[in-house]
């Protein structure tokens, strides 16, 4: 039964993931960032070692026969590499393509680094927030809006940017995109991609704060600092963490703040829409999760039990918990596509009234007329929302029936305690 | 048509020495800005999609069709309907006042505007 022993150890793994984020939960705001930045690297070394060469081995030994679970599998693994591969390399062929800085106070701080690596700073006037690209020959690339006689400000992003490069917290950011290739079937490796990748920023914050001790108000570092910036290597950055992305706000998020990844008046309207959407969702949810269940064994007969290798007990598991698992995880998918396209929307609407808050911290005039890569979303970008948004409600029932419940009554309880 | 700033460096090259040839502004503008050959090849590809750049046989050769008139231009009016509401006056105005001209240049442009009349 290999089937039998790669769930095994997706289940061990998923416990992991699971305790990890349990005391993530009561101690993030106690321990050392970096605390968890090494938990996850166990995690992942687990993950893409120990659990993935059975993987792999199923894989082999079912290469022959015509269509299996394992097919999928790789079919995923597969999507997802080139899904990945692709964003990264279109984004990859920009960022080389970006000019040499001619400022004085960028050049002169990067005399006073200590790197073995060569390290450059360059420019472009394709992106809007400062990022990192290259592991060996690392690459700091600022937008060409930055303010560049705003020694601080810069000094600030400039320092936040080597912070990651000499952490090489991109080759950690490369292994949790292909741990979540290989697990991709797995949703608390998606899970633990989102906080990893949270965590990261927040070893880096703390490690930047570090450096300024003493010489500048924490509080203003960090709203300079959770410019959230983007690395070349993940695509997936969920970038609602540090700043509250619901909607058209802006704001940056504090310490208590964070956990929940939104302002606080913000919650209140959120929690507004759940309550709508709960109803919906769960209802859905229920009704899918009913069907699979009642009619798993019909469709098993059907399909033929020659092909299903598992007895009945064990397939009508395995037939609800699948669409489940793969259901729930086109939810992220449509939302991300939501988040990117509302954020932008909305982004314009600020720029052209000035009030981004972010822009203004780092001195950044974005071109509102270009929008990031030169993709702006118009008429056929909401009603795409739309579809999607209509498309989620769908097809992630199942999904909110367990994550919406608990996000509800974290939201409400949080609004509760704000209040009182 | 808008130029990014990565079109305008191979453009800018182009303006200044007439027709290239691609290689030779690979080579150049490794020298100069550190770019691959397959980068410099892919920003002038874009160029000529664009229909800023025109390739020529043999040897790639490219042929730059816009000027960098066209360019300016295209640049100022942007800036003049962006922040002066299309009000091409009110830039000339507010360049004369922020003392960005010397005095020179206010006589050079007296003149361009007593020629125009």
């Not at chain 1, 030994?61 to 679970?69: D, E, K, N, Y």
């Not at chain 1, 009945?312 to 699948?322: E, Y």
Request: charge should be positive; glycine fraction near 6%; hydrophobic fraction near 45%.
């Amino acid at each position: 039964m290999v089937h039998m022993s790669v769930l095994q150890m997706s289940i061990s793994a998923a416990v992991l993931i699971l305790t990890i984020v349990i005391i993530r939960s009561f101690t993030i705001h106690k321990l050392p960032k970096i605390t968890f930045v090494i938990l996850w690297a166990v995690v992942l070394f687990c993950l893409l070692i120990l659990f993935s060469i059975p993987l792999f081995n199923a894989a082999l030994q079912i290469a022959g026969s015509v269509f299996t679970i394992t097919t999928v599998w790789v079919i995923g693994v597969l999507a997802f590499a080139f899904f990945f591969g692709g964003t990264h390399f279109r984004y990859r062929r920009e960022y080389c393509a970006s000019l040499p800085v001619d400022c004085d106070t960028a050049h002169k701080w990067l005399k006073e680094q200590e790197l073995m690596r060569s390290l450059q700073i360059r420019q472009s006037d394709r992106i809007k927030l400062p990022l990192t690209y290259g592991i060996l020959k690392p690459v700091i690339l600022l937008p060409k809006t930055t303010d560049w006689q705003n020694e601080i400000s810069l000094h600030y992003v400039l320092t936040h940017e080597l912070v990651h490069i000499k952490h090489f917290d991109i080759i950690i950011k490369w292994l949790l995109v292909l741990a979540l290739c290989i697990h991709w079937f797995n949703p608390l490796v998606w899970v633990m991609y989102v906080f990893a990748n949270r965590d990261i920023e927040l070893s880096c914050d703390e490690a930047v704060v570090k450096v300024f001790e003493g010489r500048l108000n924490p509080a203003y570092a960090l709203a300079i600092m959770r410019l959230e910036e983007k690395e070349a290597a993940p695509m997936f950055n969920i970038q609602s963490f540090d700043r509250c992305t619901f909607e058209y706000c802006r704001k940056f998020l504090k310490e208590d703040e964070k956990t929940i990844g939104i302002c606080r008046d913000c919650a209140e309207i959120r929690v507004l829409g759940y309550s709508k959407m709960f109803r919906f969702r769960s209802i859905i949810g229920g009704v899918i999760i009913g069907f699979v269940f009642l009619f798993a064994p019909f469709l098993n007969q059907v399909l033929g039990l020659s092909i299903w290798p598992f007895d009945s007990i064990v397939s009508i598991g395995f037939i609800g918990v699948i669409p489940l698992i793969i259901l729930c995880y086109l939810l992220p998918f449509a939302r991300k596509v939501k988040l990117e396209t509302i954020m932008g929307y909305f982004q314009q609407k600020l720029d052209s009234r000035g009030e981004d808050i972010g822009s203004l911290a780092l001195g950044i005039q974005p071109d509102s007329a270009r929008g990031r890569f030169g993709a702006s979303p118009d008429v056929y970008g909401r009603v795409g929302i739309t579809v999607i948004e209509l498309f989620a409600s769908f097809i992630s029932g199942p999904f909110f029936f367990v994550y919406g419940i608990y996000k509800y009554r974290q939201l409400t309880a949080y609004i509760k305690g704000y209040r009182s | 048509m808008k130029l990014f700033d990565a079109e305008l460096k191979i453009m800018e090259i182009l303006w200044k020495e007439g027709d290239l040839t691609a290689k030779y502004i690979a080579e150049i503008l490794n020298k100069q800005i550190g770019w691959s050959k397959t980068t410099t090849y892919t920003m002038i590809k874009r160029c000529i999609d664009k229909g800023a750049i025109e390739r020529r046989e043999p040897n790639f050769i490219c042929h730059p069709l816009v000027t960098i008139n066209d360019a300016r231009e295209y640049e100022t009016t942007e800036l003049i309907n962006k922040m002066y509401n299309g009000a091409a006056d009110q830039l000339v105005a507010s360049m004369l006042g922020s003392q960005l001209l010397s005095k020179e240049e206010i006589e050079r442009l007296k003149q361009v505007i007593r020629d125009l009349e």
